[in-house]
């Protein structure tokens, strides 16, 4: 769009909008740029210059401040989901400028949530479009577990040629992460995965990610970390942050996060006392699942259903909750029943005031795959740290990555006051 001498271009426009501005544009005989800027006009008298008295509501704005002594920084959110990483990286002073995810349920929620669309597949811009992604000072990804392919790498070895990277990853997602973090070359990654990454496919798929990671100029740091000193639910996962060597250099002081003093948190925490009885178990259902269990305890098997103790943790979240329920179930006194999608969010850290505007199906989804924010938080601030100690090594008010030495593209800085 354009007024007067200034241009606004606006992007990740949704479709349905986006249909509906060319539609009334049609149907008006106008252009979508007079259209849009008569819409935004009118809304602009209506309200009287006050944005606040318009009915709208954006979590970024209410983002609190750094907390005090560590520096405000941009990031992107890879492989978004719902917002998890974000939520957590925006509590310590994060401003996302970049989001992908491409289930489009989760995309729902997330515009819900931050008032933006992530953009679909991340291959393409990996692929082609890569100067679409602004430069950030951190990229934030939950990237999936994918096995790799060695039969190039064998082929390549036994001709005597080189091999990287894109050898050894390629036609997985992680090979158009590695291709975007070549590109843009980051100062900070955060990378998230499920605990099994180091087994996964033997091994090879950890040494394959470390190595590549490294070999793009990464000092690595990594650690399984398990939620449950956060939220009421044993849920262990792999965080991985690296420094780039060309902005850090090698002797980083980088610590994970220790878990919290005080309390630890109680399943009683995040019920709630009256819940709609559709979620407790049908009669044939729960004898299923009994029956289930009893099947697989006389084999030696530890398959079975899970009923949780309010005083204590629950087990792990998992996006099949959907299902039946059986690895979380809360006694009644009768028949158990399953959590409701709110006691869901709960558990996984989400805050109330956050709508939840999909199914029940895609909520235990969406929930289930999710990264626990209150840990991206912990682990944030343990990067802010590196980064305020960064700048009081510079002895200047900027935070400044130089890649000269990495990359034959222009150099990508980074510049933030510190606070």
Not at 241 to 266: L, Q, T, Y
Request: charged residues 25%.
């Amino acid at each position: 769009m354009a007024m007067h001498s200034d241009t606004l271009f606006l992007r990740n426009v949704p479709e349905e909008l986006s249909r509906w501005i060319e539609d009334s544009a049609h149907l008006l005989r106008t252009s979508k740029t007079r259209f849009a800027l008569s819409v935004l006009m009118d809304v602009m008298k209506k309200s009287g210059l006050n944005p606040t008295q318009l009915p709208l509501e954006f979590t970024d704005r209410k983002a609190p401040h750094p907390p005090p002594g560590l520096p405000p920084f941009t990031f992107v959110d890879l492989f978004a989901g719902i917002g998890g990483m974000r939520l957590g990286l925006e509590r310590v002073g994060g401003t996302c400028t970049f989001s992908s995810e491409w289930d489009r349920h989760c995309q729902k929620t997330y515009f819900q949530w931050f008032g933006e669309s992530p953009v679909g597949d991340i291959r393409e811009y990996a692929a082609s479009r890569l100067h679409e992604i602004p430069d950030h000072d951190v990229l934030a990804a939950g990237f999936p577990c994918q096995p790799f392919s060695i039969a190039g790498v064998s082929k390549k070895k036994s001709l005597g040629r080189e091999h990287g990277f894109l050898d050894q990853t390629q036609g997985t997602l992680f090979f158009s992460l590695a291709k975007i973090i070549a590109g843009k070359r980051p100062p900070v990654l955060l990378l998230e995965n499920v605990k099994n990454l180091h087994s996964h496919d033997k091994g090879r798929t950890w040494q394959v990610i470390l190595g590549t990671l490294e070999d793009l100029g990464y000092r690595v740091f990594h650690r399984i970390i398990d939620a449950s000193s956060w939220v009421p639910q044993h849920r262990e996962r792999i965080f991985i942050v690296g420094f780039a060597r060309s902005c850090f250099g090698e002797s980083i002081p980088f610590e994970f996060p220790s878990p919290p003093k005080g309390r630890s948190p109680r399943l009683a925490d995040i019920l709630d006392p009256d819940p709609p009885d559709k979620y407790v178990l049908s009669d044939r259902l729960w004898r299923y699942l009994q029956d289930y269990a009893l099947k697989h305890r006389s084999r030696g098997n530890g398959f079975g259903y899970g009923l949780a103790d309010r005083e204590g943790i629950s087990r792990t979240l998992s996006a099949r909750y959907y299902k039946d329920g059986s690895e979380i179930l809360i006694p009644t006194g009768a028949n158990p029943r399953r959590l409701t999608p709110r006691e869901a969010a709960r558990l996984m850290g989400f805050p109330d005031h956050l709508p939840i505007v999909v199914s029940d199906t895609q909520s235990y989804r969406q929930f289930g795959n999710a990264v626990v924010p209150s840990v991206v938080e912990a682990v944030g601030r343990s990067i802010g740290q590196v980064l305020a100690w960064h700048l009081l090594r510079r002895g200047q008010g900027t935070l400044l990555a130089t890649h000269d030495q990495a990359r034959q593209a222009p150099e990508a800085q980074l510049r933030r006051q510190a606070v």
